[in-house]
T-cell receptor, first 113, second 114 residues
Framework: NAGVTQTPKFQVLKTGQSMTLQCAQD?????MYWYRQDPGMGLRLIYY???????DKGEVPNGYNVSRLNKREFSLRLESAAPSQTSVYFC????????????FGPGTRLTVL | AQTVTQSQPEMSVQEAETVTLSCTYD???????LFWYKQPPSRQMILVIR??????QNATENRFSVNFQKAAKSFSLKISDSQLGDAAMYFC???????????FGKGTRLSVIA
């Protein structure tokens, strides 16, 4: 049972380039989340998807778009990367949105030059 | 808005000893959920323990236990018999029962000294 998987693990982009971070979960969870973690900070929510077909903005959505491709997969896209988006990105999932425990993927370290 | 404060950026503990990590939060809600997550050098966030605010009994998971003081809005994590593998960043998090996301503290880096 893989849990939550993320690809890639590391990525370096130049300013203005675009890329998509992939996330998949095999726990049949309904809700999925994207966070970013910056030095000295806790995790901040970028976007979440309460259920297949729905997405909502979190605390820091600017510069990002998401797609809930199906129940398993939730991708995060940077259309025009900026150095301020250098961060570690975590995907998470939970059985339901409300109070369930979230399970996290291993993270993607993104550097934007 | 809810806030979570971890006042100890760094802590250290001798192997086999006990350490307590502090967490306070601010909320006007009476029902909510609290979590401690561990983030080892591998960076993956791992759930350590969870507490429902309506439960008076403190949650425990093996060597990990919490001291939940609802009136004081305090949720500390106690690690007993500390092991080298406990070295990590520890994050306290709050969740409202409404449709709101987890709110994280800034974390406490725990070092375990052999």
């Amino acid at each position: 049972n893989a849990g939550v998987t993320q690809t890639p693990k590391f990525q370096v982009l130049k300013t203005g380039q675009s890329m998509t971070l992939q996330c998949a979960q095999d726990m049949n969870h309904n809700s999925m989340y994207w966070y970013r973690q910056d030095p000295g900070m806790g995790l901040r929510l970028i976007y979440y998807s309460a259920s297949e077909g729905t997405t909502d903005k979190g605390e820091v959505p600017n510069g990002y778009n998401v797609s809930r491709l199906n129940k398993r997969e939730f991708s995060l896209r940077l259309e025009s990367a900026a150095p301020s988006q250098t961060s570690v990105y975590f995907c998470a999932s939970s059985r339901r949105e409300l109070t369930d425990t979230q399970y996290f993927g291993p993270g993607t370290r993104l550097t934007v030059l | 808005a809810q806030t979570v404060t971890q006042s100890q950026p760094e802590m250290s503990v001798q192997e086999a000893e006990t350490v307590t990590l502090s967490c306070t939060y601010d909320t006007s809600e009476s029902d909510y959920y609290l979590f401690w997550y561990k983030q080892p050098p591998s960076r993956q966030m791992i759930l350590v323990i969870r507490q429902e605010a309506y439960k008076q009994q403190n949650a425990t998971e093996n060597r990990f236990s919490v001291n939940f003081q609802k009136a004081a809005k305090s949720f500390s994590l106690k690690i007993s018999d500390s092991q080298l593998g406990d070295a990590a960043m520890y994050f306290c998090a709050y969740r409202s029962p409404q449709n709101t996301p987890l709110v994280f503290g800034k974390g406490t880096r725990l070092s375990v000294i052999a």
